[in-house]
């Protein structure tokens, strides 16, 4: 199925407030989640559940990982002779201004893409929220509307400070946006639906404006623009920083919670790897956890999430951690509460061991040319 009716915009170029090993040779739409995915993979795979086939991305500085990840875009059905995968120019902005996700200057910077797309509407979406949901019905919804935005939104279950807030009237439609939700608050999923028209519209009118982010800029413009929303009712899954991102990683290995984000209709795609499966030694302990493909496991792991050829040996133990791929742990040693960036060895005997609320970082091992 295609959708004839929207194209889809990605920005991955921002990245978080607070700095982080993790993030000093990755964008934050690289990132690992659940040992085998990358944060990109659930806004690219819900508009590829939606038959969208046209999609661009922004993409950051620090793009290698992000390019050897999407490749030609085939996972998500983008390796297209018609639209497709379209790799796009974006500004170095990131850590400049809190909440910026949609920067007018980017969006002016790509507007050929709007411009010669036929499609009547454009998904518009950042990486650092993952949700799964059917975009088909929103922008149906959109459409029906008669609106020129649709912003997605959903109730905060949670105190949440890094999000944007959406004031919304009787009628559905937004009358401000704020700077952090409070539990019951309505938490905007930094993903939206415009009319293609506008938008080249609004990249004529603000172009002085272009530092701004698209939200800031026509804030004032609310009521002419009708800017209407969407509830979502499903599980939404912020990372922002290191806390959030160990917290919701730690949140996914309950069955009852990884199971409203991955669901068999709309499946998520990633990049595919000819991996073996993961082994198992004889006297290895693994429960409850993540261990993905390549993985060998002669150790204890609990409560944990593995990527691909982490290796674990007699006697090591792993404990509410995160061990990215390639990491070894020697015999004897012993890693809880941490985040294990690729490519580590972990010496035997050594202790690495963060609390649940101060997590451990080792950062991630360059490879040597």
Known sequence: MINRKAIGYITANYTSKERSPLLESRPLASVPFMGRYRLIDFPLSNMMNAGIRTVGVVLPGNYRSLVDHLGSGREWELDRKKGGLFLLQ?????????GIRFLLRDINMNKMLFQRATEPYVV????NIAFNMNLSDVIDAHERSGSGVTMIYKKADRQLDDVTRLDIDGNGRVTNLADGCSYGDNEFLDCFIINRDLLLQICE????LDYLDLFEAIRPDFCRIDVCTYEFKGLAVGMFNEE???RRSMEMLNPDVMHQLFTHSRPVMTKAHDTPPAKYSSGSNATNSFISAGCRIDGTVRGSTLSRDVVVESGAYVANSIIMQGCVIKRGARVENAIVDKNNVIEAGTIITGTPDNVLVVPKVPIAN
């Not at 518009?124 to 990486?127: C, D, E, L, P």
């Not at 009118?205 to 002085?208: G, K």
């Open 124 to 127: 518009m979406s950042a990486t």
């Open 90 to 98: 974006g500004s170095a902005y990131g850590t400049a201004k809190k």
């Open 244 to 246: 959030s991102y160990y």
């Open 205 to 208: 009118e603000y172009e002085t």
